[in-house]
């Protein structure tokens, strides 16, 4: 949201909330984060958008403890004095954030960003403390966000909570793709992602250009670039500013994921508004005219066959990449799930004074 590239913060949350905060301070609205503190100066502006920070981040920042967390994202939800909270990921912050709007008689909403949000056991929590401030804060919230039916029916019969689905958004549609750019795996460095699949991806067809874009965990990054030593078909470009990210998806050809599972991926947005076809081991549940869009695979070998029938078949690629267009500009355009998150605050706001 800074442009600051020393915080090498980015992720499919903060990537989605930003667009959103800025197209909101568009249409009109007052529009404020809060953030970790990074040394960014406070109540700073940036597109319109007012930033408060919490507490502080990093090697140096004092241990405050539970209660300390919690009083330092309250103090900032304070003084952002909004009428409605949007909290996106699964954590303990989706409790704290819920607790403070119900506490203050104030609004507050929270968006799922991965199908495992909606798992009974949350899988991507560790710690009894995080799960029972996750569980509070869904209950708390006045409305759940989903990204697919799939999610909705899982929210229910995981939590006994409905939900309603909008679609995440993207407003940048860059160069049209083509056939002959190279293989690009974009997002943050985490064992959950499994990159390592795509270096062995590489391996595994040495006869196209491969590129890796995304920073985050050190171990895993040195594991990767081991890995890769003596490879001349692929690039680890390490972190790369989200602003700067655009230009590696302009001279690519297929977009592919190695996670296990997702919410819905920025990258497949980022891919499909240019008509670039995605190549993936989960199922984004996307059809247009009964033909899957992208193409999911169950394992390494059929990835590998997978993504050399889309390189050397242009007929192929090319209906993968006109159905990624169509079903993009149908489902994900920023205007459209804008209008969908305005209809929801309306209708929120209008429960709450009856």
Not at 16 to 26: D, G, H, K, M
Request: hydrophobic share 40%; net charge positive; charged share 25%.
């Amino acid at each position: 949201m800074v442009r600051d590239a020393s915080v090498k913060v980015v992720g499919g949350s903060e990537v989605q909330q930003t667009i959103l905060a800025r197209e909101f301070v568009r249409r009109g609205y007052q529009v404020s984060m809060v953030c970790l503190d990074y040394g960014q100066r406070e109540g700073m502006e940036v597109d319109g958008v007012t930033i408060y920070k919490a507490y502080k981040t990093g090697l140096e920042a004092p241990k405050i403890g539970t209660l300390g967390v919690i009083k330092s994202i309250w103090k900032a939800m304070a003084k952002a004095n909004a009428d409605l909270y949007y909290q996106q990921n699964c954590s303990a912050f989706t409790g704290y954030v819920a607790s403070y709007a119900r506490l203050n008689g104030k609004l507050a909403m929270y968006c799922g960003a991965s199908d495992e949000d909606f798992v009974r056991n949350l899988p991507r929590l560790h710690r009894k403390k995080e799960k029972f401030f996750f569980r509070l804060g869904l209950r708390l919230a006045s409305a759940i966000i989903a990204q697919s039916e799939r999610q909705v029916a899982a929210c229910q019969d995981s939590f006994g909570l409905k939900s309603e689905v909008i679609r995440s958004c993207y407003g940048h549609q860059g160069a049209l793709s083509n056939q002959d750019g190279v293989v690009l795996w974009s997002g943050r460095l985490a064992k959950i992602k499994r990159p390592d699949l795509f270096v062995e991806l590489a391996k595994r067809c040495p006869e196209f250009r491969f590129r890796m874009v995304g920073g985050g965990e050190p171990e895993l990054t040195r594991a990767l670039n081991e890995q890769a030593a003596g490879l001349s078909n692929i690039d680890l470009l390490g972190f790369v500013p989200y602003a700067e990210v655009e230009q590696y998806f302009d001279d690519a050809s297929v977009i592919v994921n190695t996670s296990p599972s997702e919410g819905f991926p920025n990258t497949f947005l980022q891919g499909w508004s240019r008509g670039m076809p995605s190549l993936s081991f989960f199922d984004p549940a996307a059809k247009v005219n009964g033909r899957p869009v992208g193409v999911v695979v169950e394992d390494m070998e059929q990835m590998a066959a997978e993504l050399r029938r889309l390189k050397n078949d242009l007929p192929h690629w090319q209906q993968h990449s006109a159905d990624s267009k169509v079903f993009f500009s149908g489902n994900f355009a920023l205007d459209h799930v804008a209008d969908e998150y305005e209809s929801l605050f309306r209708r929120l706001s209008f429960e709450r004074t009856k």
